[in-house]
């Protein structure tokens, strides 16, 4: 299993940018999905995650401004983040999981900074 995340950078508070994460060897319909972030210094967070079904489940902090959704023809995971604070600067990291194993992409760097 591999994933590939992309789509980080520096944008200014208030932008959107929109993550990807490229996944072979699991097929991403099926499974469970993830996003987490660590900031510097602290613990890697999860940011959101889509289970197989289609549900859905956001911490706190990013609900209504962060989107994770799944095109199932390119087998990736997306995260639209919008109206984006310092806060959220971090390496995001995609995860997936399947019969009980996890699966850990290199992460992408978002920052947040005027």
């Known amino acids: 299993v591999q994933l590939q995340a992309s789509g980080g950078g520096l944008v200014q508070p208030g932008g959107s940018l929109r993550l990807s994460c490229a996944a072979s060897?699991?097929?991403?319909?099926?499974?469970?999905m993830a996003w987490y972030h660590q900031a510097p210094g602290k613990q890697r967070e999860l940011v959101a995650e889509?289970?197989?079904?289609?549900?859905?489940n956001y911490r706190n902090s990013v609900k209504g401004r962060f989107t994770i959704s799944r095109d199932s023809a390119k087998n990736t995971v997306y995260l639209q983040m919008n109206s984006l604070k310092p806060e959220d600067t971090a390496v995001y990291y995609c995860?997936?999981?399947?019969?009980?194993?996890?699966?850990w992409g290199k992460g992408t760097l978002v920052t947040v900074s005027s």
């Open positions: 995860k997936a999981r399947r019969f009980g194993m996890e699966y």
């Open positions: 060897g699991i097929i991403v319909a099926r499974n469970y």
């Open positions: 889509l289970t197989f079904d289609g549900s859905t």
